[in-house]
Nanobody, 117 residues
């Protein structure tokens, strides 16, 4: 099993920056992709950014050029980061870390990001 622990998030003014972190432990050797999803008020959960074990990345059109996903690996854990710049009020949401492994999808507990106008 993969366990995910998120950190970061908070309240920021429009135009500001935040960085989210997500540490994966457990069966990390079987992880094929890690990413970030978000769910805004009254909205469905949507993909924000994803990175694969092969090194490819993909972003939602709404965050391209503003958000960057990176990953750090060591023997004990993988940590995925989401650097969010030029934040907009519409980026306000609960952000969830996700890992896809041989055991299926694992989710973090979620972290609130609030962008004030």
């Amino acid at each position: 099993q993969v366990q995910l622990v998120e950190s970061g998030g908070g309240l920021v003014q429009a135009g500001g920056s935040l960085r989210l972190s997500c540490a994966a432990s457990g069966s990390i050797f079987s992880i094929s992709a890690m990413g970030w999803y978000r769910q805004g008020p009254g909205k469905q959960r949507e993909l924000v950014a994803i990175t694969t074990a092969g090194g490819s990345t993909n972003y939602a059109d709404s965050v391209k050029g503003r958000f960057t996903i990176t990953i750090s690996r060591d023997n004990a854990k993988n940590t995925v980061f989401l650097q969010m710049n030029s934040l907009k009020p519409e980026d306000t949401a609960v952000y969830y870390c996700n890992a896809l492994s041989r055991d299926g999808n694992a989710w973090g507990q979620g972290t609130q990001v609030t962008v004030s106008s």
